[in-house]
């Protein structure tokens, strides 16, 4: 395996090795989750309380922060990287590096001009179904076999999804579609990360900074064309906690990405978001406190649901294990006993008699 950092995991013995790295993991998964909820809140404070009607600009400042931070990361070689350089990647991998920066520019930017129109607590559970698209394009396209307990435990995922559509209070049809179409392509980067990843062997931090730059390039020219400049006011003009939270948010933002790349290196992209939608219920708890949202019983009972699928997920290979025990067990038990009498005798040798 290839850990986080981009170079080989050496060979050790399970005792040796094993506890480093499921603590680099439960370290990425703990920023990812914390990261993950309180980005969303941040974002949709910015957009409802101080009318930042500017998605795309915030999506843009993400990726300059990236950049900033990435690079000097980088450059005081806090991050060792396999690849040594951009120049020592293939043209395929610049091709497929150019590629996950569309991707990922427009699940951002889809994400939050979602975020615009509907509830964060409607657009988390549309979110759920995310590992959906995941599983469906990593078996499609890459030709992945998964067992079948992980197909069944998207039925509840994808029931809950449709539970809370139905049960949304205040439903919004074009930010249904953004919040969508961020959750397909949301699977689609998770994909290509995890090519990049664990085949390409680029570093997480590596790979976000060359991401960076394109998406910051493409981002910054969409809010330029696409967003109303003129009822920008001055940055004076805005409350100086506004500048706070759009900071915070673009600090998170960076370790969101990089806890992402780390989980994505250690399991796979479908595990990345089955886990993420343990932060459903933190950011339900949230959108109630912080804006107010209403839960309907239909929209409880699809978090409700969703939760149960990815229970189900993330532990099927020990429900899967457990069923083959058993059934290994009551083939022994009735196969290889040893030979008794016949079921319709006594031990004495007697018949039984038998009531018709």
Not at 84 to 106: H, I, M, P, R, Y
Not at 200 to 205: A, G, L, P, Q, R
Not at 206 to 222: E, G, K, Q, R, T
Request: with cysteine; hydrophobic share 45%.
């Amino acid at each position: 395996m290839i850990t986080a950092d981009g170079l080989p995991k050496l060979e050790a013995t399970p005792a040796a090795g094993r506890p480093p790295e499921m603590l680099h993991l439960l370290s990425a998964v703990f920023v990812w989750l914390v990261t993950g909820t309180t980005i969303s809140s941040l974002n949709k404070w910015i957009f409802a309380v101080y009318n930042f009607r500017y998605p795309l600009l915030l999506s843009a400042l993400h990726m300059l922060t990236a950049i900033v931070v990435d690079y000097g990361l980088i450059k005081l070689r806090l991050v060792r990287h396999r690849t040594g350089g951009e120049q020592d990647l293939t043209t395929s991998a610049k091709f497929k590096v150019f590629l996950l920066s569309l991707t990922f520019c427009a699940s951002i930017a889809f994400g939050n001009v979602g975020l615009n129109y509907v509830q964060l607590s409607f657009a988390q559970m549309i979110y759920t179904t995310t590992p959906i698209f995941t599983l469906a394009i990593s078996t499609l396209v890459l030709g992945k076999q998964h067992h079948i307990l992980k197909y069944t435990a998207m039925m509840p995922i994808c029931l809950g999804a449709s539970f809370s559509v139905m049960g949304e209070v205040q439903f919004d049809q074009t930010g249904c579609l953004f919040v969508f179409a961020a959750t397909m392509l949301r699977g689609v980067k998770s994909i290509q990360q995890s090519i990049l990843l664990q085949e390409e062997k680029i570093n997480s931090v590596f790979l976000l900074y060359l991401m960076s730059i394109p998406s910051f390039c493409i981002l910054a020219v969409a809010a330029l064309v696409l967003e109303n400049w003129a009822g920008l006011e001055s940055p004076l003009q805005y409350d100086r906690h506004l500048w706070l939270f759009i900071l915070l948010s673009c600090l998170g933002s960076v370790l969101y990405n990089l806890a992402s790349c780390c989980v994505i290196t250690l399991t796979s992209a479908v595990t990345l978001h089955i886990l993420g939608n343990l932060s459903v219920v933190g950011n339900l708890l949230l959108s109630q406190l912080l804006f107010g949202s209403q839960l309907s019983a239909l929209s409880c009972a699809g978090a409700a649901l969703t939760l149960s699928g990815m229970l189900i997920y993330q532990n099927s290979e020990l429900i899967g294990g457990y069923l083959d025990s058993r059934r290994a067990a009551r083939a022994n038990k009735t196969g290889d006993g040893p030979p008794g009498p016949e079921p319709d005798q006594n031990t004495d040798g007697k018949p039984e008699n038998k009531m018709d």
